[in-house]
């Protein structure tokens, strides 16, 4: 089993990543990974009700930003701690860590839905183009052994940022003007526009991944005995289904 390469290049992973290490040597022995799992979890469960909260009081609406601090602190700690203290678990922490990404963002989502400042349509349009982007994503880790985690420049932690200023733009006004179009919810337009660029990564990481793996692998003609040109039998469905994903790292 091969193990796969972890690309990210966001604006600020190299500081990020120097921050996260000298934090992740500086935390005490008894905190480990899971416990930093479970934080980013139960910091988007508040996120969601703070949002919600913040429909009769905005001043939730901080809890909110506090929220996203503390998620950045888990989701991105977790994974650096095992491998600052040589304790990797590399498939339960992929498989953990990408499950309860998936089961936040969810929730963080249906907290903005049950809010008044993000549209239900919306909201749940926005979570089907990430969770395209993330099998996406998940399928392309498998086949090709690289896991992306950032597009054009954008990573998790840029996205929660502009999440946070979003937020703090909203106790102020939590509608944008469009002109002629008026004026609307600003995370309405802010998710129309996340949508847009998800479906055109999605579009990009398609082509380009279907390409270089038409390149690995390309199609061989076979002859009447069911050999290939190349002298290699194709592979039929029990092969495929021998096949195996690699070993996750992180």
């Not at 996120?47 to 950045?72: C, E, F, K, T």
């Not at 860590?97 to 089961?103: F, G, N, Y």
């Not at 102020?172 to 660029?197: C, E, M």
Request: hydrophobic fraction near 50%.
């Amino acid at each position: 089993m091969s193990e796969h390469v972890r690309e990210h290049r966001s604006l600020l992973a190299a500081a990020e990543k120097r921050l996260l290490i000298a934090i992740a040597h500086r935390l005490p022995a008894w905190v480990h990974s899971d416990h930093l799992t479970a934080l980013a979890m139960a910091a988007m469960v508040v996120a969601s009700a703070a949002y919600v909260l913040a429909q009769w009081d905005s001043r939730a609406l901080w809890i909110v930003v506090v929220a996203l601090a503390v998620n950045w602190f888990g989701d991105s700690l977790d994974g650096t701690l095992a491998r600052v203290r040589r304790v990797e678990r590399p498939r339960y922490g992929f498989y953990v860590d990408h499950v309860l990404d998936i089961v936040g963002t969810t929730v963080l989502l249906g907290g903005l839905a049950l809010s008044s400042f993000m549209s239900p349509i919306v909201a749940l349009s926005l979570l089907v183009a990430y969770l395209l982007v993330s099998g996406e994503v998940f399928l392309a880790t498998v086949a090709r052994g690289v896991f992306r985690m950032s597009f054009a420049g954008v990573g998790p932690t840029e996205l929660r940022i502009l999440m946070a200023m979003g937020t703090i733009a909203l106790r102020n006004d939590p509608h944008v003007a469009l002109g002629g179009l008026g004026r609307v919810q600003l995370f309405d337009f802010g998710g129309l526009i996340a949508i847009a660029g998800l479906a055109a990564v999605l579009l990009m990481s398609v082509r380009q991944n279907t390409r270089l793996l038409a390149r690995l692998e390309p199609r061989r003609r076979a002859d009447q005995s069911g050999q290939s040109v190349g002298g290699q039998t194709p592979a039929g469905p029990t092969d495929r289904r021998r096949l195996k994903p690699p070993l996750f790292v992180g």
